[in-house]
């Protein structure tokens, strides 16, 4: 980020794509990041649990019914889960307390949530 913007002053935004995704994340990149970076809002693509479980690459849902690795994905597609609302939801609501989240419901198509993103970022560029 700094070689980036050191090439060009008009680059001083970025995306950081997942992170932090626990509190550890949370305050190593608030030591090492204070008074770097602001972090203007969190892009939260949110969906209920049941979208989580039937969509995705990685949905063990997906796997033919007759997998003997079915029971296994299941159960891993679970423990992602509870890891989410364990480690990654509560730093979630801590950026709310302080309304910097935007959050985009990611159950819809693909081109409603491409045109909302892009509102999103348009309003906040």
């Known amino acids: 980020m700094e070689e980036t913007m050191t090439k060009d002053e008009n680059k001083s935004c ?3 794509d997942g992170f932090p995704r626990n509190e550890d994340n949370l305050q190593g990149w608030n030591r090492v990041m204070d008074g770097k970076a602001d972090v203007k809002f969190v892009l939260f693509f949110d969906c209920s649990n049941e979208v989580r479980h039937r969509t995705g690459e ?3 849902l997906q796997v033919c019914c007759f997998s003997a690795q079915l029971p296994m994905r299941i159960l891993c597609c679970v423990r992602r889960i509870q890891t989410y609302l364990q480690s990654t939801r509560p730093i979630i609501e801590l950026y709310e307390k302080h309304g910097k989240v935007r959050t985009v419901d990611a159950s ?3 081109d409603e949530v491409f045109v909302e993103v892009k509102a999103i970022l348009d309003k906040e560029a």
Do not use: C, D, G, T
């Open 14 to 16: 970025f995306l950081i």
């Open 58 to 60: 990685r949905n063990p």
């Open 108 to 110: 819809r198509s693909v």
